[in-house]
Structures are given as C-alpha cells and as structure tokens.
C-alpha cells in the first residue's frame, strides 16, 4: 500500500467521524413528490385559527416513514415557521385507501408544558396573524416541509375580538382603578388619609393581572395557567402593602403612647405648687413636645388626597417632607414592568414569565421603599 493511498483511507476514516457528516446522515429524505403531504381539506387559502384542528394526508414514502416513526416513537410534531407547535396525540388514521394516512392536531397551547407554551410564544412574538410555513417532525428528525400549494394564515382569533376584548379591559382597569382613587378610601392609608403606595402597588396589579386573565380565557376560549412568577410579583406587592399598613399603625400608636405619658408628665409638673426654674422650662418643654404629636395625630384624619387625582401622584412620591426617590422609583419599576406585562397580552395572548432577575429587582425596589418608610414622618 502506497502512501497515496494511506492518506485516502485517513481522510474517508475522518469524514466519517466528523459532526457533520453525522447530522447529515440524520436527515430523512425529502417527499420527492409534493402530494405525499397535503392539507386537508384542500382550499385556495388554508386560515386557521388556535382550538383549530389542522390536517395532514401523508401517501407514498412519507406515509411509510411516518407510520415506522410512529410504531417506533409515537413521536410526530407539527412546527409553525420552525417552532413545535403541537404533537400528534392520536395515532395516524388509515384512510379507505390503505396507502394514505391522515395525521390530526389540535392547534392549543398547553400552558403546563413550558417547551410547548415557549414555542407558541416565540412563533406569536413575531405577530398573532400571519402567514405560516408549515413542517412535520418525525421523532428526532429534521423537518419535512409541506408545500401545500397554496396560502396558509394563522390568527389566535378574529382580530376584531382581539382588539375588542383589549380596548374593552384596558376601558374597565381605567374605570375601576380611577373609582378605587376618587371615590373610595381603598388605596388611602387608614391613618394618614393621604394615598398608600404600598396598596396603589397592590391594586394595580391585583386588577391587571385578573383583567388580562379574564381576556386570555375570553380570546382563546381556554383557561391558561398563571406562571408561578405572576404570583411571585403578587406576593411582592400584597406583602408590601400589607407591611406599609402595619408600619404606619405603628406610628400612630407610638405617637399615642408618647402622647399619653406626656400628658401625665405635664398633669405631675401642673400640680406642683411651687416650681422651680427648671421645673417650669420642662413643663414648656412637654407642652410644646406634645402639642405636636397632637397636632400630627389631628392632621392624620384629615383625609387630605381623598378625590384628587393630582393628590394622588403627590402623595404617593412624598414621604411627608416633600418629593421622596425611593417612591419614585418603586413607582417607575411598577409602571414598566407593567408596559411589559400589558405588550406581553397584546401580542403573544399570554402572561408574561418574568425572569428572576427582575423579579429580584421588584423586591429590592419594594423592600427600599418599605425601608425608608420606617422613620418617615407621621
């Protein structure tokens, strides 16, 4: 053996291990004939819509590759424009003609499934009405692509529904939100009368999320699952607004307890007949100590933001000295966060599943809030 030829044997012994040669002996062969994959029924444009059920009538080689994958895996797919939308979840149906199989699947978004529900989300990303490419997967195979010979639209539902339901609820969380802030005390703190960041947190996202998850059932006719991180954000909220209630009681009853000893301590020092110096400039000192607690505690039932909206956006950013950061800035992360909750409806028709990074950044935000809060002035 000549050394040209040692070097051939390398090369093909090389080949053989290389990655890409691998991959591509993984690929099935392609349907030669177009007709061995087409959509059922036939029609000029293929429109479907989520709940829709799509049909695929598979007949020569690839009825024969899908059957052996089927017997072997159970594992047949459908991709929209590259994402898995949907596993075929009956076997193939033999049709009268024995050479044909007709393969169904349901177009629903399992969102238990996290693959299934990631996939959905990338492919209605990109827009919730728009024409598809449409592949079949067969087990761990790369993807025949149906050439159906014709247009094939995909919309979540009609768009007049779609809009309908967001102009609807985006209608009812203003008018709800706006009663809550103008006609009730319900986002004012029980003590101080002035508005409550801790519960106007809490309510916004109390109502957004029950108001989108009224309109995700209402379009896709499905009740979707709340991602745990949607809960996580709730909990975030309902437990900053609950701490902002028990720390402003605390002031209150702080500043009535020191109200009461320093009221005993002026009655002891008005009793004395004959008072010193120093005597009467402690009993000035009391006097003027707590004609101001007094005069706190008679300004905390005054109800001053109550009906005003302007109060509102005041009161909320004011830590009883004037304008305060560390409320402004738990009032920006709420209102972003909320932008991107609201984009995530609109478009893909889901909630969002925040990352732990921002969720982690909502609690550092709520928990400077709550922090600052604690020497703040009654």
Same mark, same amino acid.
């Given at each position: 053996?000549?050394v040209?030829?040692?070097m +051939?044997?390398?090369?093909?012994?090389c080949?053989?291990?290389?990655?890409?040669?691998?991959a591509?002996?993984?690929?099935?062969?392609?349907?030669?004939n177009l007709?061995?994959?087409?959509?059922?029924?036939s029609s000029?444009i293929y429109?479907?819509?989520?709940r829709? +059920?799509?049909?695929?009538?598979?007949?020569g080689?690839?009825?024969?590759?899908i059957?052996?994958?089927?017997?072997?895996?159970?594992? *047949?797919?459908?991709?929209?424009?590259?994402?898995?939308?949907?596993?075929?979840?009956?076997?193939?149906?033999?049709?009268?003609?024995?050479?044909q199989?007709l393969l169904?699947?349901?177009?629903?978004?399992?969102?238990?499934?996290? /693959?299934?529900?990631s996939? $959905?989300?990338r492919?209605?990303?990109?827009r919730?009405?728009?024409? #598809?490419?449409i592949s079949?997967?067969?087990?761990?195979?790369?993807? $025949?692509?149906?050439?159906?010979?014709?247009e094939?639209?995909?919309?979540v +539902?009609?768009?007049? /529904?779609k809009w309908?339901?967001?102009? /609807?609820?985006?209608?009812?969380?203003i008018?709800?939100?706006?009663?809550l802030?103008?006609?009730?005390?319900?986002?004012?703190?029980?003590?101080?009368?002035?508005?409550?960041?801790?519960?106007s947190?809490?309510?916004? $996202?109390?109502l957004l999320?029950?108001?989108?998850?009224?309109?995700i059932?209402?379009?896709t006719?499905?009740?979707?699952?709340?991602?745990?991180?949607i809960?996580?954000?709730?909990?975030?909220?309902?437990?900053?607004?609950?701490?902002? #209630?028990?720390?402003g009681s605390?002031?209150? %009853?702080?500043?009535?307890e020191r109200?009461k000893?320093?009221?005993?301590?002026?009655?002891?020092?008005?009793?004395?007949?004959?008072?010193?110096?120093?005597?009467?400039?402690?009993?000035?000192? #009391?006097s003027?100590?707590?004609?101001k607690?007094?005069?706190?505690?008679?300004?905390?039932?005054e109800?001053?933001?109550?009906?005003?909206?302007?109060?509102f956006w005041?009161?909320?950013?004011?830590?009883?000295t004037?304008?305060?950061f560390?409320?402004?800035?738990? #009032?920006? $992360?709420?209102?972003?966060l909320?932008?991107l909750?609201?984009?995530s409806?609109?478009?893909? *028709?889901?909630?969002?599943i925040f990352?732990? %990074?921002?969720l +982690?950044?909502?609690?550092?935000?709520?928990?400077v809030?709550?922090g600052?809060? /604690?020497?703040?002035?009654?």
């Amino acid at each position: 053996m000549n050394v040209r030829h040692l070097m +051939t044997m390398l090369a093909l012994l090389c080949a053989s291990h290389s990655p890409l040669v691998l991959a591509q002996s993984k690929m099935p062969e392609e349907c030669k004939n177009l007709n061995e994959l087409q959509i059922l029924p036939s029609s000029q444009i293929y429109q479907y819509q989520m709940r829709d +059920t799509l049909q695929v009538q598979a007949s020569g080689v690839c009825k024969d590759k899908i059957k052996a994958e089927w017997d072997k895996n159970a594992s *047949i797919a459908l991709q929209f424009n590259g994402e898995k939308i949907s596993e075929l979840k009956t076997p193939p149906i033999i049709q009268t003609d024995p050479n044909q199989l007709l393969l169904q699947f349901e177009l629903l978004r399992d969102s238990g499934n996290e /693959i299934n529900r990631s996939a $959905w989300d990338r492919f209605l990303l990109k827009r919730t009405t728009q024409t #598809v490419q449409i592949s079949l997967i067969a087990g761990n195979q790369l993807a $025949w692509r149906l050439a159906p010979g014709a247009e094939v639209l995909f919309e979540v +539902t009609d768009s007049k /529904i779609k809009w309908g339901v967001i102009i /609807i609820g985006a209608f009812i969380f203003i008018a709800v939100y706006c009663c809550l802030m103008l006609n009730t005390k319900a986002l004012q703190d029980d003590i101080t009368g002035y508005y409550s960041l801790g519960k106007s947190q809490m309510a916004f $996202w109390g109502l957004l999320v029950l108001i989108s998850f009224i309109g995700i059932v209402i379009v896709t006719q499905r009740i979707e699952s709340i991602p745990l991180e949607i809960l996580v954000l709730l909990g975030i909220s309902t437990s900053t607004g609950l701490s902002s #209630v028990i720390i402003g009681s605390s002031k209150v %009853t702080d500043a009535q307890e020191r109200s009461k000893g320093l009221e005993d301590k002026k009655s002891n020092l008005e009793s004395i007949a004959n008072r010193t110096a120093e005597q009467d400039d402690s009993l000035k000192g #009391v006097s003027e100590d707590l004609n101001k607690i007094k005069k706190n505690l008679k300004s905390v039932v005054e109800n001053k933001g109550m009906g005003k909206f302007i109060s509102f956006w005041s009161d909320i950013c004011n830590d009883g000295t004037g304008f305060s950061f560390h409320r402004f800035q738990m #009032v920006l $992360w709420t209102i972003t966060l909320g932008c991107l909750f609201i984009t995530s409806v609109c478009n893909i *028709i889901t909630m969002p599943i925040f990352s732990g %990074t921002l969720l +982690t950044l909502m609690g550092i935000s709520n928990g400077v809030y709550l922090g600052f809060k /604690i020497p703040e002035k009654l």
